[in-house]
């Protein structure tokens, strides 16, 4: 049975439906296929489960897990980035804000 996959990186999704899941370096490989990532090092892969963790795959163990959950949903979601700034995967953290001083307060406006 094929699974359907999203692969994001940035604001760019691509779907496609595979039929097995592969080592983590031909995964890792068919990702830089499909977004043209000539840099060999620098790839972080990861999904959400079923906590909302993000969860990084990095190695063929890791591999296994992801497809062990996948193939209990009927998509799977996999966000890129490249290690040199484009973002890991969506932030649900609070921005963070300059701390100031109580002294420096009545210098802001």
């Avoid at 496609?16 to 892969?45: K, P």
């Amino acid at each position: 049975m094929a699974t359907t996959l999203k692969i994001q990186l940035g604001d760019d999704i691509r779907r496609l439906s595979i039929s097995q899941f592969t080592t983590y370096a031909e995964f890792s490989q068919l990702v830089r296929n499909i977004f043209n990532i000539s840099n060999l090092s620098g790839l972080r892969l990861s999904y959400q489960d079923e906590d909302f963790d993000w969860i990084n795959i990095r190695s063929d163990l890791d591999m296994s897990e992801a497809k062990r959950f996948a193939s209990q949903l009927p998509s799977f979601k996999v966000v890129a980035s490249m290690t040199d700034g484009i973002p890991l995967a969506p932030s649900n953290q609070e921005p963070s804000y300059p701390q100031l001083a109580p002294e420096d307060i009545g210098t802001c406006f």
